[in-house]
């Protein structure tokens, strides 16, 4: 007859398979967390890229609107994306109210330094550069990402 103490607990075997088997499920669940963490980020750079894009394109507006002063000659955009946070004078309100058109400028989210001011993060394009190879200029027509890597859907970071 078996003593009460002998049964209890598990032996060497039933303990080394199953630390193998939860071995083997991390193992498995580990790609499946970096392409969600992946994703993540990409739509975070997805959206910073909106609402920067959608803050110059209504800077540009109000410019055509006659709200933005602009000089003579120039295509109406930002002269740098602070102005998009700092605001502009309103060229129409009797009072010159400034024209906010971002809350905060937001950050590359794959940017690898996270101690560089924000403004930084972006690449940045003129109204006079090609679109082939982006320039900075007198002016901020567009932005793009600065990461040298390539999105899930195969189009590089930089060409979003």
Same mark, same amino acid.
Not at 66 to 71: P, Q, S, T, W, Y
């Given at each position: 007859m078996k003593s009460a103490g002998a049964s209890r607990g598990f032996?060497? *075997?039933?303990? *080394?398979v199953t630390v193998a088997i939860v071995a083997l499920l991390a193992t498995a669940a580990m790609p499946v967390a970096q392409l969600a963490f992946k994703r993540t980020r990409e739509q975070d750079l997805t959206l910073a890229l909106r609402q920067i894009r959608g =803050? *110059? &394109?209504a800077y540009h507006d109000a410019a055509l609107a $006659? /709200?933005? =002063?602009?000089?003579a000659?120039?295509?109406g #955009?930002?002269? &740098?994306?602070k102005l998009l946070v700092d605001g502009v004078p309103d060229a129409k &309100?009797?009072?010159g109210k400034r024209i906010y058109f971002l809350r905060r400028l937001p950050r590359d989210?794959?940017?690898?330094d996270t101690a560089t001011p924000a403004e930084q993060t972006w $690449?940045? /394009?003129? #109204?006079a550069s090609p679109a082939e190879a982006p320039t900075p200029g007198d002016d901020v027509y567009d932005i793009h990402s600065l990461h040298q890597g390539t999105g899930l859907n195969g189009v590089a970071y930089s060409q979003w």
């Open positions: 032996t060497l *075997i039933e303990l *080394i =803050a *110059i &394109d $006659g /709200r933005v =002063a602009i000089e000659g120039t295509p #955009y930002p002269k &740098d994306l &309100d009797p009072e989210p794959l940017f690898p $690449g940045l /394009r003129s #109204y």
